[in-house]
C-alpha cells in the first residue's frame, strides 16, 4: 500500500489542478469539486444506514439496472447511496429517485471524510477497476465489499504481480468477487483470490434495457452513428463518409466522441471537408434535414442517438483503444460495424463474428464498403436483428439473488 500511496501523493497536485480547471471552463462547478473529494450531499436522515452502490458512469449504471431493481426492492429505494464517476451518471441516478453524489477519489483523507458522513452498511461497485484506499478502508470497518462485473487484463495482472503485498490485502479485503469475462475470472485467480469468494462469469452490459422501443425503420435507415469515437477515428469515419455519399446521397451521420470535450477540434474537422454540421451542444434547433453531420458533443443523451440511427459504427477499435461495448447499439436494433481492435470485448464480438453479426472494417475504404452493403432497409434489419438475438440474455436472476445472499445487511431494518 506505501507504493500505492506515496504514487497518489504525488498525483494530487496535478489531479487537483485539471479538476480546478474544470470548474473554471465550467465543465463542473465547485460543489462537484468538493464532492470529488469526500464532502457529503445534504442528508435527509444523516442517521441511517447506507447501501453503497457505486458505478464508473452512466452506461455501467444503466447496465446494473436490474440489480438496482432488486436492491432497492429488498432494502428499500431509499436505503441506498449511489456514487458514479461521471456527472451523467449521477444525475440518471437521480432521475431514478435514488440519493447520489460523486464518488470520491482514492485518497484515503477523501475517502474517510466520505464515510465518516455516510454510516455505510455495506459496499457493491460496478467498475473495472478496484480502489485500493476504499476497499481496504471498508474492510478495516468491518463493511462488506462486493465487486461486479470486475474486469482484470493481463496487462493489469502483471502489473499487481509487481505489488504482491498490495494485490493480496485487496483481494483478501473483497467478500464477494463476480468477474465479468473467464479471462479475467482466470486472472483473478491466478492472483490468488479464494475461489470461493468469486461468483459466476457475467458481463452486467448483457443485460442492457433500452429506454425506448420507438425505433421506425424507414426514419432510421439514412442515419449513421459513430459512437464513442476517440482521437484518429473521427477522419477514417468522415473520409469513409465521403465516399459513401457519392453513391448515397440521403447519408447523415452522427459523430457522438467518447469525450465532447474534443467537440471543437472535431466540428473544425468536419467543417474543413465542406460538410453541413449541426453542432449540437451550441444548436439544438436545426432540423436534420439541413445538414450533413451531427456533432453530439453532450453528455448523457446516447439513447437519442441510437434510437435514431439504423447503422452504428462503434469506436474505439479503429485506433488501439480496446473497443467499446457492442450491447447497447444492439438493444436499440443497430447494425453493427466496427474496427480491428476489440480487446475490451473480444468474447463478444467473436460471438458476433461466429453469428455474421457484426462487421470489421480496418480502414476507411474498408469501412465505405460495410456502409454501402448497409444500404437496405432489409440489410440493416438482418445484421441488426442477428446481434440482438446474439447477444441477448434473459436478467439471470439467480445471479441477482447470489449477490443479495452475499451481501450484508440481510433485512431493512438493519438499513434503518
Known sequence: MFIYR?????????????????????????????????KPVALKRPAQKWLWVHAASNGELQSAKPILDALAARYGQNSLLITCNSLSGRLWAKELGYHAALSPLDFRWAQRRFMKAYSIAAHVTFEAELWPNRIAILAAAGIPVTALG???????????????????????????????DASSYQRFKGLGIDPEKMGP?????????????????????NICLAASTHPGEDEIILKAFGLVRQTWPELQLIIAPRHPKRGAEIADLILSQGWRLQRYSQDQASGPEKVDVILADTLGEMPKWYTASGLCIVGGAFKDHGGHTPYEPAAYECALITGPHTRNFSAEYETLALNKAAIRAADAEALAKALLSLKTPSAQQNLAQRATKALSHDTDMSIIMDVLEHLMPRSNTDLA
Open 6 to 38: 506515496l504514487f497518489l501523493n504525488f498525483a494530487a497536485f496535478p489531479l487537483g489542478l485539471l479538476l480546478m480547471i474544470r470548474c473554471l471552463k465550467g465543465t463542473e462547478d465547485w460543489a462537484d469539486f468538493w464532492q470529488r473529494f469526500g
Open 150 to 180: 470486475a474486469r482484470m487484463s493481463a496487462r493489469s495482472q502483471n502489473l499487481w504481480r509487481r505489488l504482491p503485498k498490495l494485490s493480496a490485502k485487496l483481494l483478501n479485503a473483497i467478500a464477494y468477487l463476480q468477474p465479468q
Open 201 to 221: 462469469v457475467l458481463n452486467w452490459k448483457s443485460l442492457y434495457q433500452p429506454q425506448t422501443i420507438d425505433l421506425d425503420p424507414k426514419k432510421r435507415r
